[in-house]
Nanobody, 118 residues
Framework: VQLQASGGGLVQPGGSLRLSCTAS????????MRWYRQAPGKQRELVAA???????NYTDSVKGRFAISRDTAKTTVYLQMNDLKPEDTAVYYC?????????????WGKGTQVTVSS
């Protein structure tokens, strides 16, 4: 399974970005899908997750600002990020598979850098 993340960039505080993660085959519809992030000097953390049934889960710091969604026809998972803050600066990774929604699965994509700065 190959995952490909894109959509990162430089944005000012309060701005928005949408990350995309494309996957091969029926990965998106058959698996838990997640977005993780890793800031410099920090551990990788779960940002958002979506189950096969569409149930979503978010870390507290992004609730109300970020939204995870998927388009199974396009085999793509999205992370819409609004009201971005400097503390959201990190490399964002797409992850899929696994048994539990909040634990990482085996499939990882390369990261995409998100920088929030004025």
């Amino acid at each position: 399974v190959q995952l490909q993340a894109s959509g990162g960039g430089l944005v000012q505080p309060g701005g928005s970005l949408r990350l995309s993660c494309t996957a091969s085959g029926s990965t998106i519809s058959r698996n838990f899908m997640r977005w993780y992030r890793q800031a410099p000097g920090k551990q990788r953390e779960l940002v958002a997750a979506i189950s096969q049934a569409g149930r979503t889960n978010y870390t507290d710091s992004v609730k109300g600002r970020f939204a995870i969604s998927r388009d199974t026809a396009k085999t793509t998972v999205y992370l819409q990020m609004n009201d971005l803050k400097p503390e959201d600066t990190a490399v964002y990774y797409c992850n899929g598979g696994g048994t539990y929604i909040r634990l990482p699965g085996l499939y990882w994509g390369k990261g995409t850098q998100v920088t929030v700065s004025s």
